[in-house]
């Protein structure tokens, strides 16, 4: 057996230039698109488990964006932070997504969204996308799974061009921030940043076709939280905010009712969470540590004649 192999047959490598709705994004660090099939298990009362059959399928991927406060309707859509509960996404014509390498090695995604927004960490020194931004890649629009390229199409040796590398819009500042217009929260400062986990939901199953698979998905929600060690407040306002105890503290009460929003900066940009309820702290006490915990606000709806407002804005 002879061992050898030829280096113009080994696959290239490289990072990806990702082209979406017209903008470039470019990651922080590796990315992978899982070819992964789901399969369904076949069993017979005779032999139990003998085969397995291909089931619908999707492709999951998710990308570790690089700190770029830029294209913020593609990284924060609208049927997102003001989604509707029970719209599908995917709309009626795909939208595909374009990732290359530099050596020509592409794959094109024909039918593709963003299924949870990347978490934040607003934090001086650390880039402001924190997680992973996850997608969605469903069969293409009118196309069968035995149909050639109805999910995607790989190609080598495509031609690469540079994208614009926006470097002005790079975000790694402090952030301050402002719950309404309360005595002893109108400028917080944090010990190690904001974090901000958005929680996009989706119900289940998606929107299924038999023979086809996933064909769209459904929105149930978005309810965002956000944490930081705060500094500013004191013990006295702390314990006011939490309505552990006292006038709002009622089993059964609506935590909405005594809330504000939530406005995050560093000075340039803008992340305000528009109904902010407080909903955990604690009390530390040990050495060479702040007395308050960590605590968190969570986002719920607000409405104006009947119909949800955005959840959240960013700017």
């Known amino acids: 057996m002879s061992l050898s192999i030829s280096r113009a047959n080994l696959p290239g490598s490289g990072a990806p230039k990702i082209t979406y709705l017209s903008t470039t994004i470019w990651t922080r660090a590796d990315m992978i698109i899982p070819l992964k099939h789901s399969l369904k298990q076949q069993v017979s009362s005779m032999y139990g488990p003998v085969t397995y059959t291909r089931d619908g399928r999707a492709i999951e991927f998710e990308i570790p964006i690089y700190g770029f406060w830029n294209s913020l309707s593609v990284l924060f859509p609208s049927y997102l932070l003001a989604g509707i509960h029970g719209a599908r996404i995917f709309g009626t014509t795909d939208t595909p997504m374009t990732i290359t390498a530099r050596n020509g090695d592409q794959i094109v995604l024909n039918n593709v969204q963003l299924v949870a927004v990347s978490n934040l960490k607003l934090k001086a020194n650390e880039q402001i996308f924190s997680g992973n931004a996850k997608f969605v890649a469903l069969i293409g629009n009118n196309l069968s799974p035995t149909t050639a390229n109805s999910y995607y199409t790989i190609t080598t040796g495509a031609t690469y061009a540079e994208g614009n590398f926006p470097q002005s819009n790079f975000k790694s500042l402090a952030w301050t921030g402002a719950w309404g217009s309360r005595t002893g929260w109108t400028n917080i400062l944090t010990q190690d940043g904001w974090d901000i986990d958005w929680q996009v939901k989706f ?78 702290t604690g009390l530390v006490f040990a050495p060479g540590k702040k007395r308050i915990a960590k605590s968190t606000w969570q986002g719920t709806l607000s409405f104006t004649t009947g119909a949800p407002n955005a959840i959240a804005t960013v700017a």
Do not use: H
């Open 203 to 280: 119900m289940s199953p998606d929107d299924l076709v038999d023979g086809i698979g996933p064909v769209d998905k459904f929105y149930d929600s978005c309810q965002p939280k956000i944490s930081a060690i705060v500094v500013g407040p004191t013990l006295s306002q702390l314990d006011t905010a939490v309505d552990f105890q006292g006038t709002n503290a009622a089993v059964g009460a609506d935590i909405a009712a005594d809330s504000a929003p939530l406005v995050l900066t560093d000075g340039t940009s803008t992340i305000t969470l528009a109904v902010a309820s407080f909903i955990e």
